[in-house]
């Protein structure tokens, strides 16, 4: 749909999806190598299937505003049940790990002064479950995480030195609300896969760009 009220144009899109996968990669437990390190190797599985509905939308008004969102909710889904520990007390799963079931993002463009210009960007990450093997912790557990909203902002002002000679100075935060996995591993038994969420903490950052 293509809706436009006065001199702001918008378009929206609403679509469904459905993925169905062969012999889909699986990671599954084989043994312990000679220094003690637990092995994992990427084996083929059943199948699984992906489907969903996505949402996404955009807003502008000439130069002034630019606003533009997305939203997806899906499930990820093995044909059947598989193992991802070889605890024989835990039992297999059906939801594919580290993939979350909501997940979104917006980005926000003002232009009130001219060359001057505000940004605002936000990704949202529903919870996951998370494989978190034993060595840290006494043992494997399927952890569901929790969900992140990491919002970034930048502004920025462009000199004009010349015509065809722009000289930019911009300042900004990334992840405001320092929304970042909170509970790593430590020590050298720690689980160097358990990572997941947004791959930076709270970050200020500045630049200089130049364009002609």
């Known amino acids: 749909m293509y809706p436009s009220i ?5 378009n929206i899109l609403i679509e469904t999806f459905y993925t169905n996968l062969n012999d889909v990669f699986v990671l599954e437990e084989s ?20 489907y969903g509905v996505n949402f996404e939308g955009k807003i502008a008004t ?14 990820s889904l093995y044909t059947e ?33 001219s060359d001057f210009d505000i940004s605002l960007s936000g990704v949202y990450t529903g919870s996951m479950y998370v494989p978190h093997y034993a060595g840290y912790i006494p043992n494997d557990v399927l952890k ?11 502004v920025a002002y462009t ?7 722009g000289l930019q100075i911009n300042a900004g935060i990334q992840n405001m609300f320092n ?16 990572m997941y969420g947004p791959s930076r903490p709270r970050t200020l950052f500045f630049g200089i760009k130049i364009s002609s």
């Open 6 to 10: 006065g001199d702001m144009q918008s």
């Open 31 to 50: 043994g312990i190598d000679n220094q003690g390190n637990k092995i994992v190797e990427r084996r083929n599985g059943s199948g699984a299937d992906v």
């Open 62 to 75: 000439s130069s002034l505003l630019d606003f533009q969102f997305g939203f997806t909710i899906q499930k």
């Open 81 to 113: 049940p598989q193992r991802w520990s070889d605890d024989p007390t835990l039992p297999p799963t059906k939801q594919m790990p580290r993939t979350p079931d909501n997940y979104g993002y917006f980005t926000f463009n003002l232009n009130l002064i």
């Open 144 to 154: 569901e995480s929790e969900e992140f909203f990491e919002l970034n902002s930048k």
């Open 159 to 165: 000199f004009f030195l010349s015509n065809n000679f």
């Open 179 to 194: 929304s970042y996995q909170k509970d790593f591993d430590k020590s050298i038994f720690r689980d160097a896969g358990y």
